[in-house]
């Protein structure tokens, strides 16, 4: 042995240190990228989520119309008013799903407003 041992063991941990400095780095990338694609998983989700919430509401709505059409025979009136009522609860729909606005008071849907007093 040509060195002291104290110098190859401080060699030994400085390369050990390095080592270990990069597998952090490199964990860190990882848990990074990681997050994104998380992140990414949920918009996606969100997306479908509104989108076939819209769709759905056009679709009853058509359906419903061209029912009503078939078995009223008021010819294309009522698929036209159903769908585009359908249209607007889709538009309706998503928004209350993205926060945009907000669900009625439940007193509200019983039909009594929120200055009504009981006298």
């Known amino acids: 042995m040509t060195g002291k041992p104290e110098d ?3 060699e030994r941990r400085k390369a050990l240190g390095d080592k ?3 597998l952090k ?3 860190a990338g990882r848990e990074a990228a ?3 694609a998380t ?3 949920k918009g996606y989700a969100v997306a479908v989520k509104l ?6 509401a056009v ?5 419903l119309g061209y029912l009503l059409d078939h078995f009223a025979g008021t010819g294309p009136w009522g698929m036209i008013v159903l ?3 359908g249209f607007c609860a889709g538009v309706l729909n998503v928004l209350r799903s993205a926060g945009m606005v907000a669900s009625p008071h439940p007193v509200d849907r019983l039909g009594r407003g929120r200055d009504h007093r009981d006298v």
Not at 51 to 56: D, H, M, Q, R, T
């Open 25 to 27: 780095a490199d964990e």
């Open 59 to 63: 679709i009853v709505g058509a359906i």
């Open 20 to 22: 270990l400095s990069s």
């Open 51 to 56: 989108s076939s919430e819209f769709i759905a």
């Open 8 to 10: 190859s063991l401080d």
């Open 34 to 36: 990681d997050q994104r």
């Open 39 to 41: 992140e990414n998983r």
């Open 83 to 85: 769908l585009l009522l």
